[in-house]
C-alpha cells in the first residue's frame, strides 16, 4: 500500500475518524493508532503503521 498523509477529525470512544488529502475519510480503531492523538493531529501511514507528522 502506497504511503498516505491523514488528520484526525472526528473521536468517539475507541473509535478515530481521519480525513486524507483527497477529503475521503477512514474510520479506524483507536488502538491502531499513535498514543495521545487529538483532532487535528497529523498521521503518516506507511509500512503497517501510522506515525505523528509535524504539522
Excluded: C, Q, S, W
Aim: hydrophobic share 35%; net charge negative.
Amino acid at each position: 500500500m502506497t504511503p498516505h498523509d491523514y488528520e484526525v477529525i472526528k473521536i468517539e470512544g475507541e473509535y478515530v475518524t481521519l480525513k486524507d488529502e483527497n477529503g475521503e475519510e477512514l474510520f479506524i480503531a483507536a488502538a491502531l493508532l499513535p498514543p495521545f492523538i487529538d483532532i487535528g493531529t497529523r498521521l503518516h501511514y506507511e509500512n503497517l503503521e501510522y506515525t505523528v507528522t509535524e504539522p
